[in-house]
């Protein structure tokens, strides 16, 4: 997982190592129109050495960066010391060590933390250049305030597997079309379940059920050109109350079902008992590995509008405290930016690129490509500090309306949505 409730396993692939000759057009053509800012900030250093910099790597992505550090050396003189470190605990480490001095210069990072990094005062603008050689969502996740802070190498978003055997059709574009497509399969003895999606007894997953949330027009917060606005709680109103009344119809009718954990529902997906499940990338080689025959569709929509999943992305941040940001910078996004790394980088972790030019060649694997297409019209999992107050009480009045504890669902609803409000607002 990682900072927040809605990631699963993310990482669970593993690492491919790479030579250096795929790497060895990565500093001859910059990713960026601009010259990275020349000033480096003031406070202490992570490396000592001006000639050195410390990034902070997980193990699947260091064979990666290995080969891509020695390029980086040899062009420009400078060291990168590659250390890795539990992705689960980068953003933790992350702003208790830079204050003291002790922090990276540079780090792989989950968006989803970027508020809190950057309240803490910890992290530093990225000069990305042209923005347009990524992926306009990719480049989003790391906005905060109107700022990049971060240089993204890849996204990733929820989708539906489809079992071809059982449905050889695509995926219906509405939630009821699907349920009705599964359903026969029910009926006509070659399946168990319409469609397959876990979900935690106490606290739903808002994550995995945000695609159906969105498409009745009812988003968690507004989202403008300097990312999301923590203010303006936007899943209440008619809107939310559409979504709250849906989802008590699809726990009433057995749809959703909170005593259906992820296990659950990824065993009984790879044992061939159901058509649909909604899952993301982290489960294909699984899926592969059971034999399945599969499909990745686009997700249905459950209201009269699009259904969006949110999207999360990975990068590299750069250290306020690093007295090396010129070369931080140029190793970020010449390097890690470019369409060799990041194209071997989704080798590693089967993720879509960020880079356009490299997803386009990545493109040549259908799931790539198909998950690539939803992330293309989702939005980011926000990245600002008040989600960690968010996802409980979100989670908690999704499951009391699921499992039929909420005797007025809309009202449940709106009491959980100005409970949300009122604690953003104090805090």
Known sequence: MSSTIGRRGFIGLAGLAVGATALTACGGESTSSSTPAATASAGGSAAADAGTITVWTDS????????????????TGVTVKLVVKDFGKLADDFVTQVPTGK??????????ATGRLVQNGVVSPIELGDASLFEDVAVQAFTYDGQVYGLPYSTESIAILRNTALAPDKTPDTFDAMIEAGKKVVAGGKAKYPFLL????????????????????????????KGFDASKLAMGGDKGAKFATWLADQGKAGILNLNMTQDIAKAQFFAGKAPYFITGPWNLADAKKAGIKYAVDALPKAGDQEAQAFVTVQGFVMSAKTQNSVAVNKFLVEYI????????????GLRAPANKAAYEAAKADADVASFGEVSAKGVPMPNIPAMSGVWTDWGTAQAQIIGQKAKDPAKTWQAMVDTLDAKIKKS
Do not use: C, W
């Not at 979900?199 to 050109?225: C, M, V």
């Open 60 to 75: 699947n992505r260091e064979p990666v960066l290995k080969p891509v550090a020695a390029k980086f050396k040899t062009d």
């Open 103 to 112: 922090g990276p210069d540079a780090s792989i990072m989950p968006h989803d």
């Open 198 to 225: 876990g979900l935690d007894a106490k606290t739903s997953d808002p994550f995995h059920l945000y695609p159906f949330q969105t498409s009745f027009g009812a988003p968690i917060f507004e989202l403008g050109d």
């Open 337 to 348: 930016g470019s369409v060799e790394v990041q194209t071997e980088l989704y080798k590693a």
